[in-house]
Nanobody, 127 residues
Framework: QVQLVESGGGLVQPGGSLRLSCAAS????????LAWFRQAPGKERQFVAG????????YPANSVKGRFTVSRDSGKNTVYLQMNSLKPEDTAVYFC????????????????????WGQGTQVTVSS
């Protein structure tokens, strides 16, 4: 069983930065395929970035490429989402997700790929 706990959300002004953390337990993060998703009120859950099992190769969504970076720290068994140049449209609840499988790259953006989810952390970008 894998448990995921997100933290680091909050209120930030447009143009600001936040770093979200996702602490994993039950398995080491290098043995998991991981992803960040977000969901704004009234909208569907949206893929933000993925991180492949083993190699750790990252796959950011086009909407955040160049602004958001996903990484992992095996020593802390934690995955991070560094968010820079935040915009009001980035406002959402951000979720960490994991699978013990080895999904192909094209499956990383699909929510049903992941069997483990965190509880989410709120990010609000507003002046």
């Amino acid at each position: 069983q894998v448990q995921l706990v997100e933290s680091g959300g909050g209120l930030v002004q447009p143009g600001g930065s936040l770093r979200l953390s996702c602490a994993a337990s039950g398995r080491t993060v290098s043995t998991l395929a991981l992803a960040w998703f977000r969901q704004a009120p009234g909208k569907e859950r949206q893929f933000v970035a993925g991180l492949k099992r083993g190699s750790g190769t990252t796959y950011p969504a086009n909407s955040v490429k160049g602004r958001f970076t996903v990484s992992r720290d095996s020593g802390k068994n934690t995955v991070y989402l560094q968010m820079n140049s935040l915009k009001p449209e980035d406002t959402a609840v951000y979720f960490c997700a994991a699978t013990i499988g080895s999904p192909i790259v094209s499956s990383l953006p699909t929510a049903s790929t992941y069997e483990y989810w965190g509880q989410g952390t709120q990010v609000t970008v507003s002046s």
